[in-house]
């Protein structure tokens, strides 16, 4: 018999939870000024722990403070996207070749299961769908490294990543394509068996992300609609 009670969230770390996922899910836009008081109302609690989650959310790199302006979402310059995507592509790179050595057949499996949903969010022009399933396919790859240390290094600084994707991939569908054909190209590797190959098509389609958010960048500064702000207001 299980008698154990899962004790309750507090408030702050409910807080926490769901301005992070606004943020990753597009609801709250790069770069948008945050009130303590509208998110408080929005919460329905007081300001004290939305305070306390902002300052938790700024040590994910989700949330930046700027002096004497307030919090903001927070908004990379293109260098720190590199950075990001560069120790992404590490962990990823170590997480899959650990996974095929260990858990081959299942890596194959959830891969497969994600790919799946990710083409049938495509199919519907599903776009948050789509990049949350994209989510769920690497996060598969670091869960098959049987290596906790990794998962939680991972969990530290995913979370810009996820956002910025997520934004992009809401404005710019024309990613899809692209994208499906590198994770059916990863699939493929891990079937085979061929670590190389699958490790070399992971960084290639893990580097994409700074190309695309230049893209964005370039767009909005040459006037272009984009459907994302990427500068403070």
């Known amino acids: ?85 560069e120790c992404r592509g590490i962990m990823e790179s170590a997480a899959i070749k650990l996974g095929m050595i260990k858990n081959q057949t299942r890596l194959i499996q959830d891969l497969k299961n994600h790919i799946e949903k990710m083409q049938l969010a495509g199919q519907n022009g599903d776009a948050l769908g789509y990049a949350r399933e994209d989510a769920a396919f690497h996060k598969t790859i670091i869960l098959s490294s049987g290596n906790r240390n990794l998962e939680i290094a991972y969990q530290r600084i995913i979370g810009p990543v996820l956002a910025l994707r997520n934004h992009l991939f809401i404005v710019m569908n024309e990613v899809f394509n692209h994208s499906m054909y590198q994770h059916i190209e990863i699939l493929q590797a891990c079937e085979t068996g061929d670590q190389e190959r699958a490790i070399d098509v992971l960084v290639k389609h893990i580097d994409q992300l700074p190309l695309v ?21």
Do not use: Y
């Not at 006037?223 to 990427?230: E, F, H, N, T, Y």
């Open 213 to 233: 958010f230049e893209k964005a960048r370039q767009s909005e500064v040459k006037g272009l609609k984009s459907g994302i702000r990427l500068t403070h207001p």
């Open 1 to 85: 018999m299980e008698w154990k009670i899962d004790p309750p969230k507090s408030l702050t770390e409910v807080a926490v939870q769901r301005i992070r996922e606004a943020i990753i899910d597009g609801r709250l836009i790069l770069g948008e000024k945050l009130s303590e008081q509208k998110l408080a109302d929005l919460l329905v609690i007081s300001r004290s722990p939305v305070r306390d989650a902002l300052a938790i959310l700024q040590s994910e790199g989700l949330v930046h403070v700027i002096p004497k302006r307030g919090s903001f979402v927070f908004l990379p310059q293109v260098n720190e996207v590199i950075d990001l995507c």
